[in-house]
């Protein structure tokens, strides 16, 4: 029996609800299945919050959302 493995891949949308809008999604390497994906988005969204630092983004009232597509929806 063959068994397709399916690739999820991971956009973060950084956006700004002071400005009502959201950069262009980062993409990243595709992970082998949607729980890999998911738990990669929610490091990369600490590691990215971390990094903009909590006056930017209480300044600019950041916040990222995102997205795991499956292969075939890509």
């Known amino acids: 029996r063959k068994i397709e493995l399916m690739s999820y891949l991971l956009l973060l949308h950084i956006c700004s609800a002071t400005l009502m809008s959201c950069a262009e999604p ?28 909590e006056e930017e983004v209480n300044k600019h009232k950041i916040f990222i959302a995102f997205t795991c597509q499956s292969g075939n929806e890509v």
Do not use: D, M, Q, W
Not at 31 to 53: D, F, M, P, Q, V
């Open 26 to 53: 980062v993409v990243f390497p595709p992970e082998n299945n949607h729980y890999n994906c998911t738990r990669s988005a929610y490091i990369h969204s600490i590691n990215l919050l971390k990094e903009l630092g």
